[in-house]
């Protein structure tokens, strides 16, 4: 998590346990069996831990969308607002899509230069993050109609080309991101066009220039991964800062 972030969770001397490299909730909890009521307790938890790092202007902005907390063995613990994953150092899953033409060139977008987080980059032609309670397959399919304009349909055949894990510092806090990529391939009659706003263009490209771009920078570290991952340019990567840098969340 973000260094100053501790700072505000010690307004929680009860209900969060910090040492090294694991932040505990509700230690009065450790070991209950999983519940709904304990999920809706940590949730509970969560909101006030995100609302006091929002009212002292720790987070960058806020989404109103919420995102799992899982733990390392996959249970669920609890929901929490998009907003305060990063400066709290929260594991997230993402999806992208590479989408190719029947001719071989992929599809791009350019993000929208309003965009809190890399304004004005490259990216592949779908790509975010999967909301509480979804799958990775119905959280490509939301965010391929949001982004491209695509029905279920257009997957209909698509197949996952890779997984991989960034794990960097962020000016926000943290990011441990977890991203699985798919692969699909777009008839000439299907012409993606953004719905929700957040991309400032669409083109196609070739491979060798997808690669150039990459090595030029245009790309998000994300989509560049996952462009790569596809051509088969390497194989899945992690990417690992100092294990102090990212701590487990436990009850």
């Known amino acids: 998590m973000a260094h100053d972030v501790p700072h505000w969770l010690a307004a929680f001397p009860d209900e969060i346990r910090m040492e090294p490299g694991v932040v505990h909730l509700l230690p009065e909890l450790a070991g209950a069996p999983a519940s709904a009521g304990r999920t809706q307790a940590v949730s509970e938890l969560l909101a006030r831990v995100a609302a006091a790092l929002s009212e002292a202007g720790r987070l960058n902005g806020w989404r109103n969308e919420l995102l799992d907390v899982v733990a390392e063995d996959g249970t669920v613990l609890g929901v929490i607002e998009r907003a305060a994953v990063r400066p709290l150092g929260i594991a997230t899953h993402a999806v992208h899509l590479n989408a190719w033409t029947d001719s071989g ?10 965009k809190t987080t890399d304004p004005g980059m490259w990216d592949t032609l779908v790509g975010g993050l999967v909301s509480a309670a979804e799958t990775p397959e119905s959280a490509l399919l939301r965010e391929s109609w949001e982004e491209a304009g695509l ?7 698509g197949r996952r080309s890779g997984q991989f894990t960034v794990r960097r510092v962020l000016p926000e806090g943290y990011q441990v991101e977890h991203v699985t990529v ?12 953004n719905q929700d706003g957040e991309v400032a263009a669409l083109r196609t490209v070739s491979p060798e220039e997808v690669l150039e771009m990459v090595a030029d920078g245009l790309f998000t570290l994300e989509a560049a991964l996952s462009m790569k991952a596809s051509l088969g340019a390497f194989a899945p990567v992690s990417l690992v800062v100092p294990p102090a840098e990212a701590p487990r969340v436990s009850l």
């Open 105 to 114: 060139q992929l599809w791009i977008a350019q993000r929208s230069f309003t």
């Open 151 to 157: 029905l279920p349909h257009h997957l209909k055949d």
């Open 182 to 193: 798919v692969d699909t391939v777009l008839g000439p009659e299907v012409v993606p066009e």
